[in-house]
């Protein structure tokens, strides 16, 4: 029964931490796939953070995650304590995504978005100078 149960809480995506009994909330690759489609069409296709558009990722920062991902946006949670939903989630770049973490809160890494923002369009006018 305890295997039965270990099972029933992994496939369901629970996991408890022990250290203060903190829940996660994971969902499954498909309900993250819808999400992902309802927050682009609310959205658009920029990171909320930095405002890059996902077509111009990988020309601004090249490979990203060992070339597995190339500039894809993810689906990233304004408050890890709370669950995968569209009004805590928001699309996001691999360098923000990756920078905010849970070390950041939304509202600090509105501010950091910005700053990013900043270093990607200095990037793209170079990369496009040396097109001309």
């Known amino acids: 029964m305890a295997k039965s149960f270990l099972k029933f809480v992994r496939d369901i995506g629970f996991y408890i931490e022990e250290k203060g009994v903190k829940a996660t909330i994971k969902i499954s690759r498909k309900e993250k796939e819808k999400l992902w489609n309802k927050l682009y069409k609310r959205d658009g296709g920029k990171c909320h953070y930095c405002e890059?558009?996902?077509k111009d990722f990988a020309e601004i920062w090249g490979e990203f995650y060992g070339g597995k991902k190339r500039g894809k946006l993810e689906v990233d949670r304004k408050d890890n304590e709370k669950g995968y939903n569209e009004?805590?989630?928001?699309?996001s770049c691999p360098i923000c995504n990756n920078a905010k973490s849970d070390k950041f809160t939304y509202e600090e890494f509105l501010k950091v978005g910005h700053v990013i923002k900043q270093i990607w369009q200095q990037r793209?006018?170079?990369t496009r100078g040396k097109l001309s």
């Open 87 to 91: 009004e805590n989630c928001v699309l």
């Open 52 to 54: 890059i558009e996902e």
């Open 124 to 126: 793209k006018k170079k």
